[in-house]
């Protein structure tokens, strides 16, 4: 049993931060310790507003038009992966990274964004681009890297970007881009633009040091972030009992740095939608940062060059599969409503794979861009003279040592 003992006092120097510990107005003091013990928190409730079964919540009303191009991006984004997944199979591309199973996760909150909102994404978010105007085209072009490529061929696939449409271009290592959104929320705070920036990761990124620098310059700085966290299960081999032990998951964090938060059913696309409408709306009025846990199940394997069945069992990916797929669960819905029939909902699936394969066929045929020209260009305004000499250098010596037939020089 602890005994409590006498202090004594003497003079200390007078520290801000005990001056500001001692007049604070929301501060209580206590002679009764307290210990916080997580196993007294109680789970945070999960919003969802269409069940597992295709039922909504009653009294929510649902635009028809709208529902069915939620679906239908849906299903093109599958058939996206599915097409793309399987070339790389054939070795007609090097590497490639699916959304199997969490379609509405990235559809539904790519709908709840304003067009002018700046996306900060992870490698995962394709659908965003897609849901903005991205043509299958652009997304073909992207993974051959050939000379229409908005890229030019300088990434690796599937690290997508496009000025136009405000989304920035993926970086491969993982949670630097968050600290970079918090960076570009900070510009529309200090432009006054009504803009906010939405920054996705995964749930392993949270687990980097960057998460934790940017969450914190968030809430201090007060800027208009919305961070999205795909919470799907696993980074890479690790599942998520292994990654946190909060019954709240990784929306528990926020608290933390001061900052509000939303739990929502990944798997519902009406609930991810409305859920980052209204952090959106909370985060540009209230000029605060937003933390929006997106609760789903990463069905596919991490990327092509990953076996997920290695560190999960076949059976639990079918489950997710079958039983809790977000596009099934919207196709019963609008079923339900009288809005699809079975054989509409073949026929789009039929298009939409037909359209994937004529973009992937027509990126194949493409010429590569010179890449000797295209290394000097795009990152000086003007090239400045050091640059201008190398590539003359280079031109010089190609000339003299003209590329081979086999490609060695």
């Not at 004529?358 to 003007?382: S, W």
Request: a neutral charge; proline letters at 4%.
């Amino acid at each position: 049993m602890l005994a409590i003992r006498q202090v004594v006092t003497r003079r200390v120097p007078p520290l801000g931060w005990l001056r500001a510990l001692s007049t604070s107005t929301g501060t209580l003091f206590t002679s009764a310790l307290q210990l916080d013990l997580p196993e007294d928190c109680k789970p945070r409730a999960v919003f969802r507003l269409l069940s597992v079964d295709g039922e909504m919540t009653p009294g929510i009303a649902v635009d028809k038009e709208e529902a069915l191009k939620l679906y239908t991006n849906m299903v093109r984004l599958a058939a996206m992966d599915k097409v793309f997944f399987d070339a790389q199979r054939q070795g007609r591309i090097s590497f490639y990274m699916t959304s199997m199973g969490e379609e509405a996760a990235v559809i539904g909150s790519a709908a709840g964004l304003k067009p002018s909102d700046e996306v900060f994404a992870q490698y995962r978010e394709q659908g965003v681009l897609m849901w903005r105007g991205f043509g299958l085209q652009r997304f073909a072009d992207q993974l051959f890297g050939n000379a229409d490529d908005l890229g030019k061929g300088r990434q690796m696939p599937v690290h997508y970007g496009s000025k136009d449409l405000h989304f920035q271009t993926i970086s491969s290592p993982l949670a630097t881009q968050i600290p970079q959104s918090v960076g570009a929320a900070y510009g529309f705070k200090l432009a006054k633009n009504n803009r906010v920036v939405a920054c996705y990761f995964g749930d392993g990124a949270t687990s980097e040091g960057d998460f934790h620098a940017g969450m914190n310059f968030a809430s201090t700085l007060g800027c208009p972030v919305v961070f999205i966290c795909r919470n799907n299960g696993y980074a890479i081999s690790t599942p998520a009992r292994e990654q946190y032990h909060s019954v709240d998951g990784i929306a528990a964090r926020a608290r933390g740095y001061g900052m509000a938060s939303i739990r929502v059913d990944g798997n519902d696309v009406f609930a991810v939608k409305e859920a980052t409408e209204q952090a959106r709306e909370y985060s540009v009025k209230r000029m605060s940062p937003i933390l929006l846990e997106i609760l789903t199940y990463r069905v596919g394997h991490h990327s092509t060059s990953d076996d997920s069945t290695r560190y999960r069992s076949i059976d639990e990916i079918e489950e997710w599969r079958v039983k809790n797929n977000p596009i099934n669960r919207l196709y019963l819905f609008l079923e339900k409503q009288g809005w699809l029939t079975s054989d509409q909902d073949k026929e789009m699936k039929e298009v939409e794979r037909a359209n994937v394969l004529d973009a992937l066929m027509k990126a194949e045929r493409k010429p590569k861009l010179n890449a000797i020209t295209a290394m000097f260009e795009d990152v000086y305004d003007e090239i400045p003279k050091n640059l201008v000499e190398q590539r003359e250098a280079l031109r010089k010596h190609l000339e003299r040592y003209p590329p081979q037939d086999d490609g060695h020089h």
